[in-house]
């Protein structure tokens, strides 16, 4: 999957943010993770080679945008209109925005955005219940062609059955969270998710399992590296492509 980061940084908005790896990252190159800036690829989408191409080309899976901040944070209202522009005129491409500000949705969007641009997926992080309920009522009013649902890191078990049955949800993922500090994904709220899906007829993947996973009575510590591995051996997966 392509990386598009058109700025860096955050603020801390909700428990599933304590941990951020982005914050970790950062930590490392003593870097302040909660100053917002505009970066060196803010453009990357219409970057072209010498032979007048596009850099980026068009791919099976989504640009993963902003992954590294959050598209719709308020610092960065400035960047956001030609940030679109860029996504217009790259129709080729898929491009999909996470986000925990979905609350900033309606704030933020192009003039010409009408019901939605049919090449933009809009993901809604939702790590717990007291999140889902939250965001996630928001989230299906808004005026958006793809929408999926993100539990990760999933912190409990989650109902979102009412959001499911509106047939607006095109996917589900699940996550456990990464790092040394990272908190205890349990099995069973990743199938408790996947047979929601199941009832609704919604795709589900399992991403990641997180450094500790727990399955029955125990716990497992597994190495980043495995994380992705693990969970797709699961073999949980509904209809996910």
Not at 213 to 223: H, L, M, V
Request: a positive charge; charged letters at 30%; hydrophobic letters at 35%.
């Amino acid at each position: 999957m392509e990386s598009w980061n058109p700025w860096h940084g955050c603020k801390k908005i909700s428990p599933g943010c304590r941990h951020c790896y982005v914050y970790r990252r950062d930590a490392q190159f003593g870097k302040d993770s909660s100053i917002v800036k505009k970066t060196a690829n803010f453009n990357l989408p219409i970057q072209t080679n010498r032979s007048k191409e596009y850099k980026l080309k068009p791919d099976k899976e989504a640009v993963f945008t902003c992954g590294t901040s959050d598209f719709f944070i308020d610092e960065a209202d400035e960047w956001r209109e030609e940030a679109w522009r860029f996504i217009k005129e790259r129709r080729d491409l898929r491009f999909l925005i996470i986000t925990k500000r979905i609350h900033r949705f309606s704030k933020c969007l192009p003039k010409d955005w009408a019901d939605g641009y049919d090449n933009v997926i809009i993901g809604c992080t939702c790590e717990n219940q007291n999140r889902s309920d939250y965001r996630l009522p928001i989230f299906i009013e808004q005026p958006i062609k793809h929408r999926i649902i993100i539990h990760e890191p999933m912190l409990e078990k989650i109902n979102i059955e009412k959001y499911l049955k509106t047939g607006a949800i095109e996917s589900v993922i699940c996550g456990g969270e990464s790092g040394e500090e990272a908190r205890v994904l349990d099995f069973a709220w990743v199938l408790d998710s996947m047979n929601q899906c199941v009832k609704y007829d919604i795709p589900f993947h399992f991403k990641q399992t997180g450094t500790f996973f727990k399955k029955g009575s125990k716990i497992y510590r597994i190495e980043r590296k495995y994380q992705m591995l693990q969970a797709s051996k699961a073999g949980v997966d509904f209809h996910y492509r």
